[in-house]
C-alpha cells in the first residue's frame, strides 16, 4: 500500500486543489476502498460556488467544510476490512462496493424510526470532515455506512451512478405512481432521466419527458419516455390536456432546480394531483399556493436522498436495459477536476461527468 495518495481538497468556495494526501488507515469496523469512479453532482457544483450565499443568507452554514474531500457517488474495490466489518455488510476484500452517501448516527430520533435518511447530524461523505468524499485515490467507508456489492462485469462510471439512479427511484416512489396515470418529468439530466426509469418501470400510461435540448429527450425515449416535450419550442400544457381529456397530470416529477419548472408542475398537474420535488435550487421560488389548496388540493411532496432504492438501482444498472453508456458522457482523470465541474456547469455539453482516480 502506498503512503501517500492523489486527492482534491476543499479550501473554500472556487478554491479546490489537488493534492498530495496521506492514504487514510481503517478503524474498527471500518474498510479501506480504492476508488474507482466518483460522479460529479450539480450539489457538487453547488458547493463549490459556495452554496450558502444561494440562499440569500451569508450566516447559512456551508455545505463543504474546509480540509474535506469533496465527492459522494463513487464505486470502489475494497482493499483493507476487519471481520467485524465483513460481517456487517457482508463483503470481502476485493469486492466492488458503493456506499449510500449518508452515513447515519443511528442514534438519534430520525435513525432510531426506521427513518436514517433524515439522521439529524445529516453527515454526508464529501461534505464533512468526518466523512472525507470520493474525489480521491482511496477512502475510509465508516463503521456506520450503507454498503452494497456491485458486479465487476459493468463500467465504473456506470456503477457510480446507483447513488443519482437510488435518489430518483425515491422520487418515484413518493409519487405512489398508479397504473392509469400519466406522468410528467422535467427535466432530463441525471436525476431526471432516473425518474423516467423509474417511472417506466410503474407502467403508468404515459410518462412525459420535458427539456430544452433535443439530444437529451432523445435519451430519454431510451430511458421509457412515451412522449418528449422540447419545453423551448413546444406546449407541454397542450399535449397534458390532450392525453388526460383535459384534466391534467395525475404526477409531476420536479428534476431541473429551476424556479420556472415548479410553476409549470403546478399548471401542468390536475386537481388532487401529486408533485415532487427532488431539486436543489439555486435560487428562492416563490409560486400563489392558493393554486396547492384552494384551486386544487394538490399532494406536495419532497424528496431527499435514496433510501431503500440502492439495491434496486444497482439491479437496474446491471440488467443493461438503460443506455448507460448515452448517459456517463465524460469520464475524465482526476487532476481534471476543475474541467469535470466546468462541464457540468455547461449543462447542456454533458449528461453524468465522472471522474476516474
Known amino acids: 500500500m502506498p503512503k501517500m495518495m492523489r486527492a482534491v481538497v476543499v479550501h473554500g468556495p472556487e478554491k479546490y486543489v489537488l493534492e498530495e494526501i496521506p492514504v487514510p488507515t481503517p478503524g474498527p469496523g471500518e474498510a479501506l476502498v480504492k476508488v ?11 458547493a463549490y460556488h459556495g452554496a450558502a450565499k444561494f440562499w440569500g443568507d451569508e450566516n447559512r452554514p456551508a455545505w463543504t467544510e ?20 465483513a460481517a456487517r455488510w457482508k463483503v470481502s476484500v476485493g469486492d466492488r462496493v458503493v456506499s449510500e452517501q449518508i452515513v447515519p448516527c443511528w442514534q438519534c430520533r430520525y435513525c432510531l424510526r426506521g427513518q436514517y435518511w433524515m439522521c439529524a447530524p445529516h453527515v454526508m461523505y464529501g461534505f464533512k470532515r468526518k466523512t472525507p468524499g470520493g474525489m480521491a485515490e482511496y477512502m475510509i467507508f465508516p463503521a456506520e455506512a450503507l454498503v452494497y456489492k456491485v458486479s465487476k462485469d459493468i463500467p465504473p462510471a456506470h456503477a457510480a451512478f ?16 398508479h397504473l392509469e396515470d400519466v406522468v410528467v418529468v422535467a427535466g432530463c439530466g441525471p436525476i431526471g432521466l432516473g425518474m423516467i426509469a423509474g417511472a417506466a418501470a410503474k407502467s403508468p400510461a404515459a410518462v412525459i419527458a420535458l427539456d430544452m435540448s433535443d439530444a437529451k429527450l432523445e435519451l430519454a425515449k431510451e430511458c421509457g419516455a412515451t412522449h418528449t416535450v422540447n419545453i423551448g419550442r413546444e406546449d407541454a400544457d397542450e399535449l397534458v390536456r390532450s392525453l388526460t381529456d383535459g384534466y391534467g397530470a ?3 416529477l420536479e428534476g431541473t432546480g429551476h424556479p420556472s419548472a415548479v410553476l409549470q408542475g403546478l399548471r401542468l398537474l390536475r386537481k388532487l394531483g401529486t408533485f415532487v420535488e427532488y431539486s436543489v435550487f439555486k435560487d428562492p421560488v416563490s409560486v400563489d399556493w392558493s393554486i396547492i389548496s384552494d384551486d386544487k388540493e394538490l399532494d406536495v411532496l419532497g424528496a431527499h436522498l435514496g433510501p431503500h432504492c440502492w439495491p434496486a438501482a444497482i439491479r437496474m444498472i446491471e440488467s443493461g436495459k438503460l443506455p448507460m453508456d448515452k448517459i456517463c458522457t465524460h469520464q475524465l482523470p482526476l487532476e481534471n477536476f476543475q474541467d469535470g465541474l466546468d462541464l457540468v456547469a455547461a449543462g447542456d455539453k454533458s449528461v453524468k461527468v465522472s471522474l476516474i482516480p
Not at 36 to 46: F, P, Q, R, T, Y
Not at 162 to 177: D, F, G, K, Q, T
Open 36 to 46: 474507482e469512479a466518483v460522479g460529479i453532482c450539480a450539489s457538487d457544483l453547488k
Open 66 to 85: 474546509t480540509e474535506v474531500v469533496p465527492g459522494h457517488e463513487f464505486v470502489g474495490t475494497i482493499v483493507e476490512l476487519d471481520d467485524e466489518a
Open 162 to 177: 446507483a447513488e443519482p439512479l437510488s435518489c430518483s427511484l425515491h422520487a418515484v416512489e413518493r409519487a405512489n405512481i
Open 250 to 252: 395525475d404526477v409531476y
